[in-house]
C-alpha cells in the first residue's frame, strides 16, 4: 500500500489465527477512513508492524506460537505510541487485567460488531491524540518555566540561550564552564527542561561535596553489606537518572580512581553498584560543570583527558556578571521581586544611584553574590547596598582594576607616586580608576568603530541601551562635536 494511499486514513493491523475475523475486519472496516493490513500469527504479525508501521494493532489474546500478549510486549519495545486493542472470546477479569498491565488501550469481545470496532477504534485514536497535546503543552509549559530563571539580555548571555536551545533536543554531553556563582545549575535545568526528557528525573550531584569512597557510593549506588554501615541496598544517582538528565558539578573535583569508572557509563551505559556483581544499564543524558581550568588538570596528571573529550561534546562559556553590563540591574531587580514576592512585602525598582553602584562593582561572587545582597535588600532596604560594596571592596579588586587599565591612560600604577594613595579610601581609588579606564576602552573603542555604537556595543560585550548610558555618563563626543562645544551630547545619542 503505498504512502499516498493512507494519507489522512487511520493504520489498522489486525492479527488473529482465525482468518475469518481478520476478512470481517478487512472487508468491514470503512475504507475511507481506515487502511487495513492482515496476519494470522504473531511472527507475521511483528515482520508486518516493522513494514506497515500501524497506528493501531488489533490483536487476539489466544493464538498459537505466541500469544496475544507477547505480541502486544514486543511491538511496545518497537514503537511505545502504538494503541493496542485486544480481541478475545473471553471476557475473564484476570484476561482483561493482563491485557491491560501489558500496556493494551481497549478490550473488545468476541463476537463483536464491526461499526462498534469502529467507535473503539476512533476513541483510541482521540484519546491518544489528546495525550499528545497535553504532552506538547506541557512541553511548552516546561519551555516557558526554563526561560522564567534564564534573566539577561547582554550579547554573551543571547548567545548562552542560543546554543542551550539549539542543543537541547541532542543527547550530547555538555560541558559548562566559568567561575564559581555564575549561574552554571540555572543553565544545567534549562538544558533539561527544554530537553525531551523533561518529563524524567533531573538529579544534581556536587562532586566536591563528598569524598572519593562516598561519592562512588551516591553515584552508582551499592550492595548490603559492600561496606561498614552498608545495611541495606541503596540505588545510585545514575539509577535514580534513569530517562532523564544527571548533572555533575565541580566534575574537575572528581577523585582519579572514579574517573575511570565514569567513562565506562559514557561508553557502555552500565554499571556495577559497590559490592555488586550484576550489570545495572541506565539511559541518562549527562551534563557537568566546572570553575577550574581543567587543561591545567589533564597537564597535572589529575584528570583524564579521555574523560574530558567525552565530556565535552558541546561546552558552554558562563560569562562573569562583572562582563555583563547592564544584565546586572536587570537581574537585580528580578531578585528583589522574587524575595520581596517570597517576604509578601510590595517590590520596588532600584535607584539609579543604587544602579550605577552595582554596575562599577566586580562582582567576585557573580549571581550569586548578587542574589543574596538582593535578599538583604528585600529585607532591610536599599541602603545595604552601599554597605555591601563599601564592606566587599578589597585591594585585590583594586590592583585587578589598576592592571586591567595598563596603557589607557595615567592610572597605571608604575606612573603613580606614593602620594596618590596617601589618606585615600579603597573605594575612592577605585572609583576613579574604573572611571577613568572605562572611559577611556569606551572611547578609543568608539573611535575604532567610526562612532558606530552598534559595533562598539558588541566588541565591548555590553548591550547597546548599557553602552549610550556610558556615553552620557562620561560625555563623550565624536571629534567634530568636540569642536563644537555649544552641540548638545543629546544629539549625539539620540
Not at 468476541?110 to 491518544?128: G, H, Q, R
Not at 536599599?382 to 564592606?391: F, T
Not at 589607557?408 to 594613595?421: A, H, I, S, T
Amino acid at each position: 500500500m503505498s504512502a499516498e494511499q493512507l494519507t489522512g486514513r487511520i493504520r489498522v493491523l489486525s492479527v488473529d489465527d482465525d482468518p475469518s475475523v481478520t476478512w470481517i475486519i478487512s472487508d468491514g472496516l470503512n475504507p475511507d477512513e481506515f487502511a487495513v493490513e492482515t496476519c494470522n500469527d504473531g511472527r507475521s504479525a511483528i515482520q508486518k508492524f516493522s513494514e506497515f508501521h500501524p497506528d493501531v494493532l488489533l490483536v487476539d489474546m489466544k493464538m498459537p506460537g505466541m500469544d496475544g500478549i507477547e505480541v502486544l510486549q514486543h511491538v511496545k519495545r518497537i514503537d511505545p505510541s502504538v494503541s493496542v486493542i485486544v480481541i478475545s472470546g473471553h471476557a475473564d477479569t484476570p484476561v482483561v487485567v493482563r491485557a491491560i498491565q501489558a500496556g493494551a488501550e481497549d478490550f473488545i469481545v468476541k463476537p463483536f460488531d464491526v461499526e462498534m470496532l469502529e467507535i473503539t477504534i476512533n476513541k483510541v485514536m482521540e484519546k491518544k491524540d489528546l495525550k499528545q497535546r497535553v504532552k506538547k503543552l506541557e512541553g511548552e509549559l516546561a519551555r516557558q518555566t526554563a526561560r522564567q530563571d534564564f534573566v539577561g539580555d547582554s550579547p554573551q548571555m543571547f548567545r548562552v540561550r542560543e546554543l542551550v536551545e539549539q542543543i537541547a533536543s541532542t543527547d550530547l554531553n555538555v560541558l559548562i564552564r566559568g567561575e564559581t556563582g555564575t549561574g552554571k545549575d540555572v543553565v544545567a535545568r534549562m538544558i533539561h527542561n527544554l530537553s525531551d526528557r523533561q518529563r524524567g528525573p533531573y538529579v544534581k550531584v556536587n562532586c566536591a561535596a563528598l569524598p572519593g569512597d562516598l561519592l562512588e557510593s551516591e553515584l552508582f549506588g551499592h550492595e548490603r553489606g559492600a561496606f561498614t554501615g552498608a545495611y541495606k541496598s541503596k540505588p545510585g544517582r545514575f539509577e535514580l537518572a534513569d530517562k532523564g538528565t544527571i548533572f555533575l558539578d565541580e566534575i574537575g573535583e572528581m577523585p582519579a580512581q572514579l574517573q575511570a569508572t565514569l567513562l565506562q557509563v559514557l561508553e557502555q551505559r552500565e554499571f556495577f553498584r559497590v559490592g555488586g556483581t550484576n550489570n545495572i544499564k541506565v539511559n541518562v543524558r549527562l551534563v557537568t560543570a566546572t570553575n577550574i581550568e581543567i587543561e591545567n588538570s589533564i597537564r597535572e596528571k589529575k584528570f583524564r583527558m579521555d574523560l574530558f573529550y567525552r565530556l565535552n561534546d558541546i561546552t558552554i562559556h558562563m560569562p562573569p556578571l562583572r562582563e555583563r553590563g547592564e544584565d546586572i540591574i536587570s537581574l537585580g531587580q528580578f531578585f528583589l521581586v522574587r524575595h520581596c514576592e517570597k517576604l509578601g512585602r510590595d517590590s520596588w525598582v532600584v535607584k539609579p544611584g543604587n544602579e550605577k553602584m552595582l554596575m562599577g562593582y566586580s562582582w567576585p561572587g557573580n549571581v550569586r553574590e548578587l542574589e543574596s545582597l538582593m535578599k538583604r535588600v528585600a529585607i532591610l532596604g536599599e541602603d545595604e547596598i552601599g554597605k555591601h560594596i563599601d564592606s566587599h571592596q578589597s585591594e585585590s579588586d583594586l590592583l585587578a582594576s589598576i592592571s586591567g587599565g595598563a596603557g589607557f591612560g595615567p592610572r597605571n600604577p608604575d606612573r603613580l607616586g606614593d602620594e596618590y594613595f596617601v589618606d585615600r579610601s579603597l573605594k575612592e581609588i577605585h572609583d576613579e580608576v574604573v572611571t577613568s579606564v572605562e572611559r577611556r576602552a569606551i572611547e578609543l573603542c568608539l573611535d575604532k568603530h567610526g562612532w558606530n555604537r552598534k559595533k562598539t556595543a558588541v566588541d565591548l560585550g555590553v548591550s547597546y541601551r548599557c553602552l549610550l548610558y556610558k556615553i552620557q555618563e562620561y560625555e563623550l563626543k565624536p571629534q567634530a562635536v568636540k569642536d563644537e562645544p555649544e552641540a548638545e551630547a543629546e544629539s549625539m545619542i539620540a
